[in-house]
């Protein structure tokens, strides 16, 4: 259940999924992940450095790893049950 560990800590997830479409530079990734701390980021690129999920590139840009870009294979279809899940929560709301 390692994964659960790495994707179970706070923003992990979010910078994976924010990273499947191409490299990202640090202030741009940040931005994306609404602006969370630098310091927060660090933190969580480096775990997500070792745990082989994303790269440095030679311009400091940081991409998905084949490992990184599986993960987000294996996450679309919980996006998709994610999206109908709100979709039926809002439809319940205009009751």
């Avoid at 999924?17 to 660090?42: I, K, T, Y």
Wanted: hydrophobic share 45%; glycine share 6%; with cysteine.
């Amino acid at each position: 259940m390692a994964a659960l560990d790495l994707f179970g800590r706070r923003w992990n997830l979010r910078v994976v999924w924010e990273l499947q479409h191409g490299p990202v530079g640090f202030r741009a990734l940040r931005q994306r992940c609404d602006n969370m701390s630098s310091s927060v980021l660090r933190q969580r690129l480096t775990e997500l450095l070792d745990a082989q999920l994303v790269a440095q590139q030679p311009d400091a840009a940081y991409a998905l790893t084949d490992l990184g870009r599986g993960a987000c294979q294996a996450l679309r279809p919980l996006a998709r049950w994610s999206d109908a899940w709100a979709s039926a929560l809002s439809e319940d709301g205009k009751d």
